[in-house]
């Protein structure tokens, strides 16, 4: 009789479908997605102005790590609806790629001895960060876009600080890596060239690797042939792609996205029917603080404190601009017909000729976005305004009715609904 090996025996660990080839496909796969995560996340860091008076800052400490930013520019508009949608979709998508390669090298999480060098030492620390560091992007991601901000306030740093974590041992893992990874990827095409030549040829046996570790001294009679796993985490990936994609438009598109948020929130049917954050009701706005009567806008600037009705407002010159609502949860809609009067309309009557920045603030009291910064650039954007209607009628509670910000290219968190007051000025 054979003692029970231990998961630190390579007999533990018996599928046949692990070896190096498998580990280094999934790894290269995850290697380009996984940069282009790191590359939207940074942009979609830069879009929500961190630097602007630690108003919209949750990171007042990220010092060299905001080396990078710079002004989110408003054209074109659809920019954050395409980085922000590719950033959540592309994460969601690779969650079966992720687990798979976990999957693959859990072997070596076991092996000892636990280290052979300091070398051996270090890299193996950094390889806990590696995969503690994915799981938690992946999970506070996920987390956020699903579960309504969980962490009210607290996902900026996490995400922020995590993501810089992960992306230092991601890329001092690949720099170990991918030489090994590419002559895997070598060895597999010879193999493909060698069946393709001789038809009905076994399996060339795996090259002898550093990462023996992997192929199992004992497999078990596979289940599943390495192409079929391949193809399951493919599958995976594509199930999730098509059930989360439809999130970034508007019309029949949508209801494919079962796994989005809000999906809930029936934004009801005519002109002001598309995708809905908070509601009103949500964020405690009061028909009796919105009505005619009660509601004014403050604008605060060099030349003093201005105060308008909605009436005035509307006699004030109206514009229109076509935009999209872009949220940093990845979902978008198309462009809507916003009206009202333009930011830098609104900066002249207190003064400023030359579009500052501005606070905007809301009706709102509680929560985490009833007051957002916007920076000069969008100010000054002749697209940019105060809406008071869209899509040819008067804004609905839900989407910020008396009046709601539109800034072109900007986060939907930007869009400050509800608006109460607005302070010009640098920030
Ligand atoms: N006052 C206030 N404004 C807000 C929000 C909020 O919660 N309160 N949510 C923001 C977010 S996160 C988004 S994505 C957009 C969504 O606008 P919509 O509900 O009209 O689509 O509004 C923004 N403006
Ligand atoms: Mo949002």
Known sequence: MRDQPLPSSPGFWRSPVRGPRFTAVLGLVLLGGITVLFVTGLLSYAAYNPDLAAVNDKTPDKGLLGFYLFSWPTDPPWLYRLTQGVHVTLGITLIPVLLAKLWSVVPKL???????????????????????????????????????????????????????????????????????????????????????????????PEAPAEEGVLVSPDPAAPT?????????????SLL????????????????????????????GSGPGAFQINKTAAYAGIRERDTSAEAWQLVLVGRRGTVRLSRTQL??????????????????????QWWQGVRLRDLAALVGHDDP???????????????R?????????????????????VDLTPDHGYPARIIVPAAPGVLNTKWVARMTFGDL
Request: aromatic residues 8%.
């Open 224 to 236: 599943v042939s390495r192409r079929g796993a391949f193809g399951l985490v493919g599958g995976g």
């Open 110 to 204: 076991f092996a000892l001895p636990p280290a052979r060098s300091v070398a051996h030492a270090l890299e193996r620390l950094s390889l806990l960060l590696l995969v503690g560091g994915a799981l938690f992007e992946f999970v506070t991601g996920v987390l956020n876009v699903q579960l309504d901000y969980l962490f009210p306030g607290s996902f900026y740093p996490l995400h922020f600080y995590g993501a810089w974590v992960f992306f230092a041992a991601f890329v001092t893992h690949v720099v170990l890596r991918l030489p090994e990874a590419m002559r895997q990827l070598r060895a597999l095409r010879a193999q493909r060239a060698v069946r393709a030549g001789r038809a009905g040829g076994g399996e060339a």
């Open 356 to 370: 500052p920045d501005v606070l905007v603030e809301s009706l709102q009291q509680r929560g985490a976005f009833r």
């Open 314 to 335: 509307l006699r004030r010159p109206q514009h229109g601009s076509a935009l999209p609502i872009a949220c940093v949860e990845g979902w978008s809609t198309s462009d």
């Open 240 to 267: 999730l792609l098509a059930t989360t994609v439809g999130r970034s438009f508007d019309g029949p598109l949508r209801e494919t996205a079962v796994l989005a948020p809000h999906g809930g929130k029936d934004p």
């Open 372 to 392: 957002a910064a916007l920076r000069a650039n969008q100010v000054g954007d002749a697209r940019s305004l105060l809406a008071l209607a869209v899509n040819g």
